[in-house]
């Protein structure tokens, strides 16, 4: 199960996690995308409306299963529980928080029995949402924009994984970060790149996602970038991310 | 007094703020820029680091006077309310929420006699924290990034804007969207840049901000861009923007 989270905005959270979870599910894995996101750009970016009421309520507050929340996304064989507004409900939160984050990590565990891969996108904070990911996820994605702000936004989401990962589950592991919005044309992006790779020789994917506007269109149009134009440079770097988080998790 | 507001991460929220009230500065108005994004890219972006303990601790809980938490920006004549990594604390928020708002508002009200503009970043959420900058300011700025998500960010931003005017704070209103990071070569930035004008024709702003990497590059040298190249596009289109919004406001 994969958490993609960082608490900078507008770094590719959402562009990963549709197209890691397509990537799975062409490669034959049966995925599942959670949007934890309120949002709900991974919801619309497959093509599905958000839903009224959140599978926070209807699961832990009026004990639905986790399977009546799951709906088929526009690209075959994924599946998604789409987002709501609700899920930015503090109230809710305050709900939640103390008393049912066990119950939170028992309803995960059953949707390991239906699926093989689980990919949760969240929202840019450090907040509830991503600590919910983080009690159930056995790795961190951490998107870093080869832009200036990236390297802050690293000092504040890496803590909060070591944090979740002592109190509430000991499984979770920063997977690895993943360089995106790549311009080779910039000299910014070449030190942005090193920079990091220098910092956190071990953590950074091979693979790196470039700047590509398909990337942007293929989610105006509902679809994961494998549907939407296969032979674009952001399909191939996406298809070669999925090749090595499938690697890393078989070894 | 103007929140720079969305709660779309990574549309150029940070960006606009450091560079309009830098602008500001530049045309001789005595400006303070709060830095209100646990992240504190603003604080970064005017070459400050950010404080150990925020401002709303200091003069909400042990009553300081405000003054006490300004410092100056590398550029000289701007002035700046640091952020601090204290500003996500939820038992904060859980303390300032009922209780102390209008303790908040008054607060606030004291700036305005230091300062002729005062400019507030906020952090990509519609939480406590906008929710606190729209309780106090005039008018909102919603930077609208041109690319496909643009317009499902509003639909969520707008709403709590409203409901701050009803309860809180009947001056407030939105001052305009602002289309960031166009890029002209892209069929997808005309198609957003059309459709938002279409949607909102009295919201948008003249003034268009174009994708530069002198933006980028000028935050990761602590400067604003009228100091770090005033002949790139990127500083002649914030230049032309506080010039509408100077405009704007005298009438
Ligand atoms: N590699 C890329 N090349 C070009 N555009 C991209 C790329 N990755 C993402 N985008 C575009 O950049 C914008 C931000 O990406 P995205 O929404 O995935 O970020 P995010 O981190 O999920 O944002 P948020 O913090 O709001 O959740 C979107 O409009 C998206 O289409
Ligand atoms: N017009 C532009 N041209 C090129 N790059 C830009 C432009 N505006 C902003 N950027 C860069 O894009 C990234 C995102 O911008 P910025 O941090 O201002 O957005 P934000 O909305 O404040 O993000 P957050 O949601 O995390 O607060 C930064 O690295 C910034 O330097
Ligand atoms: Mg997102
Ligand atoms: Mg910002």
Chains 1, 2 share one sequence.
Not at 95 to 104: L, N, Q, S, T, V
Request: include cysteine; charged fraction near 20%.
């Amino acid at each position: 199960m994969f958490a993609i989270a960082s608490q900078k905005g507008g770094v590719g959270k959402t562009t990963t996690a549709v197209n890691l979870a397509a990537c799975f599910t062409f490669a034959g894995k049966r995925t599942l995308l959670v949007d934890l996101d309120p949002q709900g750009n991974a919801t619309s970016g497959v093509g599905i409306s958000r839903s009224e009421r959140s599978f926070l309520n209807a699961c832990l507050i009026e004990n639905l299963a986790i399977a009546t929340q799951v709906r088929e996304a526009s690209f075959s064989g994924l599946a998604i529980i789409p987002a709501s507004q609700e899920l930015s409900d503090l109230n809710l939160h305050n709900e939640i928080k103390p008393r049912r984050m066990k119950a939170f990590q028992r309803l995960f565990l059953r949707l390991c029995d239906d699926f093989e891969y689980v990919v949760i996108d969240c929202p840019p904070s450090t907040g509830l949402l991503p600590e919910l990911a983080f009690s159930v996820a056995q790795s961190v994605i951490v998107p870093v924009q080869c832009e200036y702000y990236a390297m802050e936004g690293l000092s504040q989401i890496l803590p909060q994984v070591e944090k979740v990962q002592r109190e509430l589950n000991e499984r979770l592991a920063v997977g690895g970060l993943l360089l995106t919005m790549f311009d080779y044309e910039l000299e910014l992006s070449h030190e942005v790149a090193d920079e990091v790779r220098s910092h956190f020789p071990k953590l950074v994917y091979r693979a790196t996602i470039p700047r590509d506007v398909a990337l942007a269109e293929a989610s105006s149009h509902g679809q994961p970038i494998v549907s939407y134009d296969i032979t674009s440079r952001g399909a191939w770097s996406y298809i070669c991310l999925s090749k090595e988080v499938l690697g890393n998790d078989n070894s």
